[in-house]
């Protein structure tokens, strides 16, 4: 699997895990029939998947000349906000934002992979152990 779809897939967990945090997760909508089991993380274990993700984007972003990345990295995709939005945050033109962007996913899906939080359930499933 390439990088940046390691990345797009930890930034879909970071994503659904990061809105339920401090909100009571529920396991079982009474109003609404079931579709079959539904796995959801303790909140406690929610939370560390958010931040593995986090540390391990300032990790590999960390270097001095790759600023711009982190503010990529954090504007857009932590903050999720509107891609033109995003753009003007970070101020510098479409196509820079573009390539370090695409840089930003190789880098953090690169260490996503080595710290593994790739796939996603192993995580999970090593943290119960």
């Given amino acids: 699997m390439k990088t940046r779809e390691i ?4 930034l879909a967990r970071y994503r659904t895990l990061e809105k339920g945090i401090g909100r009571k997760m529920a396991s079982v909508d009474l109003a609404r029939p ?37 503010k990529v990295f954090v504007i857009y995709f932590l903050s999720n906000l509107d891609y033109k939005r995003a753009i003007q945050l ?19 899906g690169r260490e996503c992979a080595r710290v593994g939080l790739f796939p996603p ?7 119960g152990v």
């Fill in 7 to 10: 990345f797009d897939v930890c």
């Fill in 34 to 70: 079931s579709n079959g089991y539904v796995w959801r993380p303790e909140n406690v274990r929610a939370a560390e998947y958010v931040a593995d993700f986090e540390a391990a984007g300032a990790r590999v972003l960390r270097r001095g000349d790759w600023k711009g990345r982190r």
């Fill in 121 to 127: 359930e192993r995580y999970f499933r090593m943290r």
């Fill in 90 to 108: 970070v101020g510098v033109s479409e196509n820079t934002f573009e390539y370090w962007a695409s840089q930003v996913k190789n880098a953090v």
